[in-house]
């Protein structure tokens, strides 16, 4: 750094009527500047590599495939049957609709079918005797995952939507 400002002294020195201190302070107004920008290019390459290190831990499906859902909409009054609905990118990927219960398990639904790009599956929210204003979550995954029966815990390392909360009406 000693090296540039000795240049930049030289250089400034031969504008003409520029004294010997203005031609100093402008070259290490110059000299500062350039390792400021130096050192905030490090930090960018820093900040770019921490960023490429996290993307690579996540898991392929999670960057390959999303997934959302449409209706019903996140705090909606329900009835016990419904038929929830959402996109899938890439287009004609398989979805799973879960449904979060009061006993704490996940319970899979009916299979999602696709049309226009859109998925569908019919969702039932408790059974006859459930009581209105009870609370239920959803979740629509990658269809890969294949859950069969009532789990406790979201399959890990899978694509999945935002949890919605529903109310049963």
Not at 39 to 51: E, K, N, P, V, W
Not at 93 to 111: A, E, F, K, R, T
Not at 120 to 139: E, N, P, Q, Y
């Amino acid at each position: 750094m000693i090296g540039l400002i000795d240049r930049l002294i030289k250089e400034a020195a031969v504008i003409e009527g520029a004294p010997l201190s203005f031609a100093f302070a402008w070259a290490i107004a110059i000299a500062l500047t350039w390792f400021a920008f130096r050192q905030r290019i490090a930090f960018l390459q820093g900040t770019i590599s921490d960023y490429k290190e996290r993307l690579e831990a996540v898991a392929p499906a999670q960057l390959t495939k999303s997934i959302k859902i449409i209706a019903p909409r996140h705090v909606a009054t329900v009835r016990r049957e419904i038929h929830a609905s959402g996109s899938v990118m890439p287009q004609g990927s398989s979805v799973q609709v879960l449904v979060l219960s009061g006993d704490g398990l996940w319970y899979p639904q009916d299979p999602a079918t696709y049309r226009d790009g859109t998925w569908t599956a019919r969702c039932w929210l408790g059974d006859a005797d459930t009581r209105a204003g009870s609370v239920f979550k959803i979740v629509a995954i990658d269809g890969a995952a294949e859950v069969r029966e009532p789990i406790r815990d979201l399959p890990r390392d899978v694509a999945r939507s935002k949890i919605l909360t529903v109310y049963r009406a």
